[in-house]
């Protein structure tokens, strides 16, 4: 009953923007859990709600939303967040400091899935808790959505209101308020809820060792990172595919003129969770300064990506270049396997050279361009499935070497 007075008349998620994260809300409620204020923020891939009762709150005597048949009636404080396309959810403190349970509902108030996924609660004060969880664990996306707050405190002070006789709309509301204690509350009022954005966090960088060249991450257990180079080209869309089909991400060493025009196929490559690098402009030895720069500006100005991993074509290394790379924020990057696919030995010649010779950390050489990538592409599924069958899992040259991809909020 509680919650179909909750969704009565909730609106769809509006096109506003997220110009009403903060709530404040009067003294209109009996019991402890009366709402006094609410902030609702994103803090990279997590949402934090800062809450503030007048009263007391209780973590471990909270009940989770729905609550089960077997336990008894306690209080309630909970978020609702309605989403256009993605849904309503319900999402209640549970008595534990590191778990929420939630709720998906339908328009008309039935209980689709519940459950709870990981969350952290912290105390600011008797009144006052801060709760962080991921979006993405309930299945939120990017976008506008709405969000409120409510708690239920039942005690013997808590009686609904008198009833009486009433025709219509004023019937339903009223039938709705004596569903209510006097010890509900609801913040906002207007049963639509707040604003708010979910913004995406994009991929914009990552981080580099004191390390300036590296062939292999030794430290990085039985991981394996398998890269590609000279693309993107005629063959790096089906490869992308087929490394999405088996859930690999890899790192694409891009060489400029040979990514220029192809925009969408950079941004698909980010979006699939690859890493995208640097490998000079025109596949050069000895590459510029302007030519390395030239090549990260393309990258980024198609995927807003700054590429930090540079590879010198043909493995053509010397301390200048290495050096060059290192000013423009990137690591060189070398190889410990290399099955010389770029001569088409054949599919099974490919497949076999890499998985005889990776180690843990290993870095593969491969090729989705410059040439007749076919056996390259179609040699992956049985490398990926030979390793897996010895424990390896894949991985990017950034995990491998130990580092971190640097994230931030699209706006």
């Known amino acids: 009953m509680l919650l179909a007075c909750l969704l009565a008349g909730l609106g769809s998620a509006d096109s506003g923007l997220a110009d009403r994260s903060r709530m404040q809300d009067p003294a209109d409620a009996a ?103 991921r979006p993405g664990s309930i299945g939120l996306r990017p976008g506008k959505l709405r969000w409120s707050v409510f708690s239920d405190w039942r005690s013997a002070e808590c009686r609904p209101p008198p009833s009486g006789r009433t025709s219509g709309r004023r019937d339903r509301n009223q039938r709705r308020r004596q569903a209510e204690s006097a010890c509900f509350d609801r913040m906002p009022d207007d049963r639509v809820g707040a604003r708010f954005r979910l913004l995406e966090v994009r991929v914009v960088g990552c981080s580099m060792g004191p390390d300036s060249f590296a062939r292999s991450g030794r430290s990085a257990g039985k991981r394996v990172a398998l890269t590609f180079d000279d693309g993107p080209g005629p063959y790096t869309e089906t490869l992308l595919r087929t490394l999405r089909a088996l859930n690999v991400r890899a790192t694409f060493f891009v060489v400029g003129r040979q990514a220029t025009g192809r925009g969408s196929l950079l941004r698909a490559i980010h979006r699939q969770g ?53 000013a423009a924020g990137m690591t060189t990057v070398g190889w410990d396997v290399d099955p010389q696919d770029w001569r088409t030995p054949g599919v099974g010649a490919i497949r076999s050279r890499v998985v005889s010779a990776v180690q843990p950390g290993s870095i593969v050489l491969l090729h989705d361009g410059g040439g007749n990538r076919s056996q390259t592409v179609a040699a992956v599924p049985g490398i990926v499935r030979e390793l897996r069958s010895r424990g390896y899992t894949f991985a990017t040259v950034t995990e491998i070497l130990g580092e971190h991809r640097i994230t931030a909020l699209a706006r």
């Open 31 to 133: 019991g402890p859990l009366d709402l006094a204020s609410a902030k609702l923020r994103q803090a990279n891939r997590s949402l934090i709600l800062d809450l503030h009762t007048r009263g007391p709150i209780k973590l471990r005597a909270l009940r989770g939303h729905p609550p089960r048949a077997q336990d008894p009636v306690g209080p309630a404080l909970c978020l609702r967040i309605d989403a256009r396309g993605d849904g309503r959810w319900i999402l209640c403190g549970s008595g534990s400091r590191d778990k929420l349970g939630v709720s998906k509902v339908s328009r008309a108030g039935a209980i689709r899935t519940a459950g709870a996924i990981p969350a952290r609660i912290k105390r600011r004060g008797e009144s006052r808790l801060a709760v962080e969880f």
């Open 274 to 326: 690859s890493e995208l690098a640097n490998h000079s402009l025109n596949h050069e030895f000895d590459a510029s300064s302007a030519s390395l720069a030239r090549t990260s500006q393309i990258i980024r100005g198609a995927t807003g990506f700054l590429p930090c991993r540079f590879r010198a074509p043909g493995g053509s290394l010397n301390s200048a270049l290495v050096g060059r790379a290192r």
